[in-house]
């Protein structure tokens, strides 16, 4: 049987699991919708993963927005946030990365690195222009499938002007281009160019972009907007084979570092996926900090709390 290390990365759009062997190879992977219930999404994501590949696993890592959740859920031996993670993936896929460009479903991130140290970060949470979720909207749109977005903005011969600051502008601009008679493709390059030009203005405003660049998230699926990206910053952009699992494989080299430290794995096995698992909170009056309690329970059992500002509510 082979043995492996086993990274999860649980965000709101997508949860996704990678598993990598003692060189750090990628085994075997997965990516699939969170569609808001994250406990659920582990569970199958645990299920599907045992029926692709006979392995045992030697440590897992979980990252994302549920990290914690998913952490107590499987037997995490380290949980950790997802600019260590992308980090820690980007580095491991290509040597001497010095720039991380992110795009997922509902947010972006970039990521500065210096010797293989993370030294800057910025993060985009609060505006959906440039992420998955406002590409498949416009691709839906225009009854494009998401998978052929990117090809048709290669083809474009001049790229319209949109504005690209709000995903409420680009949107009437692009129906307004349409209205003019431009064609669809120089309609979705100019869309992919102004994408990039927001991220860049925004998130990636102040930072020094230097290469070698890896660009990662399941938007880096999208060529035109890795074309755009090169245009711009006028070096090559790295799309990593595994780019949509970045996190995932991030947390399984994390875990790899981990568990041959402490040489034990708390890792509860794949059967931790029949359990019932459920959600509950509740306000902390004791004080005038009012901590909203999460409580995280196996069956009838609380396994796990957060939320809380003292120790008076964790879990024995």
Request: charged letters at 20%; aromatic letters at 6%.
């Amino acid at each position: 049987m082979k043995a492996g290390y086993m990274g999860i990365d649980v965000g709101s759009v997508s949860t996704n699991i990678a598993i990598i062997d003692e060189d750090r190879n990628v085994l075997e992977s997965l990516y699939i919708r969170t569609n808001g219930q994250p406990i659920r999404a582990i569970q199958e994501g645990l299920m599907r993963i045992k029926e692709l590949i006979d392995i045992e696993i030697l440590g897992v890592g979980t990252t994302g927005s549920a990290r914690n959740l998913a952490g107590v859920i499987v037997g995490a031996d380290v949980i950790k946030n997802e600019i260590t993670a992308h980090a820690v993936a980007a580095s491991t896929v290509v040597e001497g990365v010095q720039t991380v460009l992110e795009i997922g479903g509902q947010d972006s991130k970039i990521i500065i690195l210096r010797d293989g140290i993370v030294i800057d970060f910025a993060m985009n949470t609060v505006c959906a222009a440039g992420t998955g979720s406002f590409l498949d909207q416009q691709a839906s749109r225009l009854d494009i499938p998401i998978e052929e977005f990117g090809g048709l903005a290669l083809g474009a011969d001049n790229p319209v002007r949109i504005a690209g600051r709000c995903s409420v502008f680009a949107e009437s601009d692009m129906i307004h281009k349409q209205q003019l008679g431009h064609n669809l493709e120089d309609i979705i390059a100019g869309l992919c160019q102004a994408l990039v030009r927001n991220y860049l203005n925004n998130v990636g405003k102040g930072k020094e972009i230097l290469g070698p660049i890896v660009f990662q998230g399941g938007v880096a699926a999208n060529q035109g907007i890795k074309a755009a990206f090169e245009e711009e910053l006028g070096v090559e952009v790295i799309v990593p084979e595994y780019h949509n699992v970045m996190g995932a494989i991030g947390s399984a080299v994390l875990a790899q570092d981990a568990v041959k430290k402490k040489e034990t794995t708390e890792f509860k096995g794949f059967d931790t996926s029949n359990f019932n698992y459920h959600v509950s909170s509740f306000e902390c009056k004791s004080c005038p900090n009012h901590c909203e309690i999460i409580n995280i329970h196996q069956e009838d059992e609380i396994i796990a709390r957060w939320g809380s500002k003292c120790p008076k509510w964790e879990a024995v």
